[in-house]
């Protein structure tokens, strides 16, 4: 028995650690692309861009973990199965958990590790990635100007470029201001085309026109002259433009920028973060709810009930004058007095909308924040079990579809984790959206997944033909469906 589970155990591994490296490699170009505006033209070293997309590849592990161990299961039992080797087991008295018994060793000791990376490593690793990110943002651009827009990005000038080439990187269609000796709009240059480029020692950018006018008025020391001073209209063919760069150089930030985010926060820590929010939560709750003008009976019950649980505020009683009738005293008054009153009362009222109108958007963002920490807590937890649900689904799928490689596997791999990660994202947005509880929202695709794995085991040892075409066709037979179509032919 310990011979099988080694063959068992070396046919996973290979297939698992291939599987782990070539998502993280796809997850990672995924990254590239979403960031490419962000990173091209800053110049950048090679060593700070290694620096980034180090740090990125280990935010991209928590989801490479499930769909490597979704794919390798599959693959390595599909592997099996094709060749006739789970059959062999399976008719030397082995049934399929006995076959599985190490991989799900191996499944739980992996989750375990997900949850270990999740909970110490990637807070570390998210706040070097973020200030890096944040850094490489704020660095100034090789190529800062944009079409139809005003820029004073290089120092002195203020330019705008009606066209730019993607291809070339040619600008067309120039209006530039120098404002480098102090002056306002004295000297103008109007170029049809130019090229902006870096030096290569990144000291200085060069600015090419082409085809241009430039227009300039002389400054004279005489108040008396000024009006009568000479303007000046020079053409030219070519003329450089060259500024030195002072900001260029790359700027790393401090980490404490971001230390205290929630994605940033291990468990520990963001339950400590998530009950200094609440208690902030409820203080702006209290003092919002308390700023509505009502009558006094009910500014007595929203006062006990916002009161803090440990607070002897709640115990004072707020008297209210209960021989007035309002009713009979608002009968008995002239109408332009019922007129006034009641001006006055929509008055209130519409005020009170407004308050409460800009009281909600601002507890919402609030608690939308708060809610933010709790579901990172328990995205640690939900990420880390997606690896045992994913091989409990993976191994029995891969007894059943008896297909090895990366054809199928890769294929079916792919739809299995779409479906979960649009799962995923319907419970966590009910969760932050507080439409469901937070934990049920949380874990409604492990709830949904888990029964499937389940369910899959069981066909898989109970060596059920749920892939083959001819379950399906007897099933369809038996509701009359072929039937049906044969009549449809005939009629036809």
């Known amino acids: 028995m310990k011979r099988l589970h080694w063959y068992v155990i070396k046919s996973f591994l290979g297939p698992f650690f291939m599987t782990f490296l070539i998502v993280v490699f796809v997850l990672l170009l995924q990254f590239l692309w979403k960031y490419v505006d962000d ?25 490479a973990f499930p769909l490597a161990m979704l794919l390798a299961s599959i693959m390595t039992f599909g592997a099996l199965g094709e060749n006739y080797e789970l059959v062999a087991m399976k008719s030397s008295g082995i049934s399929l958990f006995r076959i599985m018994k190490p991989l799900i060793v ?21 706040l070097k990635f973020t200030t890096l990110m944040y850094s490489v943002k704020k660095q100034r651009p090789e190529l800062i100007l944009q079409e139809g827009v ?15 080439s993607h291809k070339t990187n040619m600008l067309y269609d120039l209006l530039i201001y120098d404002h480098t000796r102090s002056m306002t709009n004295e000297s103008v240059t109007v ?3 130019g090229y902006l480029r870096m030096t290569d020692d990144k000291r200085y950018m060069v600015l090419n026109l082409f085809n241009g006018i430039n227009y300039s008025e002389e400054k004279t020391k005489n108040r008396k002259e000024r009006e009568k001073r000479p303007f000046r209209r020079d053409k030219f063919e070519e003329q450089t433009i060259r500024v030195r760069v002072r900001d260029f150089e790359f700027d790393r930030r401090d980490d404490d920028i971001f230390k205290n985010s929630y994605r940033m926060l291990n468990i520990s820590q963001l339950v400590t973060m998530k009950d200094s929010l609440d208690i902030e939560y409820n203080k702006r709750l209290r003092h919002s709810m308390l700023q509505i003008s009502i009558n006094s009976s009910l500014s007595k019950k929203v006062f006990n009930l916002t ?25 008995g008054i002239d109408k332009w007095v019922k007129a006034e009153i009641t001006q006055q009362a929509l008055e209130r009222a519409r005020s009170n909308m407004q308050n409460l109108n800009l009281y909600q958007g601002q507890l919402y963002e609030k608690k939308k924040y708060i809610n933010k920490h709790d579901m990172e807590r328990h995205r640690k937890f939900t990420l880390s079990i997606a690896v045992l649900i994913f091989f409990i689904i993976g191994a029995p799928l891969g007894a059943i579809i008896r297909k090895g490689g990366l054809g199928m596997p890769v294929v079916i791999s792919i739809l299995l984790f779409i479906a979960y990660y649009i799962i995923s994202m319907t419970g966590e947005k009910s969760a932050r959206e507080e439409v469901w509880q937070m ?15 389940v369910w899959l085991s069981y066909k898989a040892g109970t060596d059920s033909a749920i892939m083959s075409a001819e379950t399906y066709t007897k099933f369809f037979n038996r509701l009359g469906l072929s039937k049906l179509i044969e009549k449809l032919k005939v009629k036809k």
């Open 307 to 331: 009161a803090p649980h440990d607070s002897l505020i709640r115990d004072i009683e707020i008297e209210v004058d209960s021989i007035f009738n309002f009713d009979d005293y608002f009968t």
């Open 39 to 63: 990173l091209v033209g800053k110049g950048l070293d090679v060593k700070v861009l290694g620096e980034m997309l180090f740090y990125a590849s280990f935010g991209l592990l928590p989801f």
């Open 191 to 193: 170029a049809d085309s």
């Open 106 to 126: 191996i499944a739980v000791i992996v989750t375990a590790i997900a949850f270990y990376f999740s909970n110490n490593v990637l807070p570390y690793t998210n």
């Open 439 to 453: 934990f049920s929202g949380m874990w409604f695709s492990s709830f949904v997944f888990f029964p499937v794995g």
């Open 150 to 164: 005003f820029t004073n990005e290089i120092d002195g000038y203020n330019i705008k470029v009606g066209r730019k």
